[in-house]
């Protein structure tokens, strides 16, 4: 069964505007761990935030945030006032004891930001 | 520190030709992963390592065979190469198993 669900395959904005990326996930655990990675065109995958599932509060890093909720088991990533830099691939990832803490990603969301 | 390195960047294979991927971290992590991007898919996990001389499967380790005989060095070994195993391989490490993992830069693989 599908562990990360990233329901946005492509998503396209105009500079400036805010985008949010979906994330639902799907465990059996109590205590498990959710990522998000960036995978800009040149191909490598960059770190940009861990969260404990007894963590709740948002978390915000200058325009990057992140809002997660346990009663959707989701947990969206909003940039704030986009930029073409941002252009890449977003993986939200999964770690739960069930799968041996092993990392389940979703399949990625494109975002293309336009000038 | 150079982080996670991997070698090849790019290879071009025959089908039933072998090949090793090699990829060496000098964060001093114990743990070590491959995994492979499928076009348009997210992350698999081939193999994985809690150190040296500890390895095991992950969610599709069919075609491949890793060992682990240092700390630094992961190698994956594909024997018999097939199109199927055309993709993007990606070698990472961590500190601990549920922690940030490191990614190398990755090699494209491509069987014909």
């Known amino acids: 069964a599908q562990k990360v669900t990233q329901a946005q395959t492509e998503i396209s904005v105009v500079e400036k505007e805010d985008v949010t990326l979906d994330c639902v996930y799907e465990t059996r655990d109590t205590t498990y761990y959710l990522f998000w990675y960036k995978q800009p065109p040149s191909g490598e995958l960059v770190f940009l935030i861990r969260r404990n599932s007894f963590d709740e509060q948002n978390e915000i890093s200058g325009r990057y945030s992140w809002n997660f909720q346990k009663s959707t088991s989701s947990f969206n990533f909003t940039i704030t006032a986009s930029q073409v830099v941002d252009s890449a691939v977003y993986f939200c990832?999964?770690?739960?004891?069930?799968?041996?803490?092993?990392?389940?990603f979703g399949a990625g969301t494109r975002l293309t930001v336009k000038p | 520190n150079a982080g996670v390195t991997q070698t090849p960047k790019f290879r071009i294979l025959k089908i039933g030709q072998s090949m090793t991927l090699q990829c060496t971290q000098d964060?001093?992590?114990?743990?070590m992963y491959w995994y492979r991007q499928d076009p348009g898919m997210g992350l698999k996990l081939i193999y994985y390592?809690?150190?040296?001389?500890?390895?095991d499967k992950g969610e599709v380790p069919n075609g491949y065979n890793v060992s682990r005989s240092t700390t630094e060095d992961f190698p994956l070994r594909l024997e018999l190469a097939a199109p199927s195993q055309t993709s993007v391989y990606f070698c990472?490490?961590?500190?601990?198993?549920?922690?940030?993992?490191?990614f190398g830069p990755g090699t494209r693989l491509t069987v014909t």
């Open positions: 964060m001093n992590h114990n743990y």
């Open positions: 990832a999964l770690s739960d004891p069930h799968n041996n803490n092993d990392m389940r």
């Open positions: 390592s809690v150190g040296a001389g500890i390895t």
């Open positions: 990472a490490s961590s500190l601990a198993r549920a922690e940030e993992q490191y």
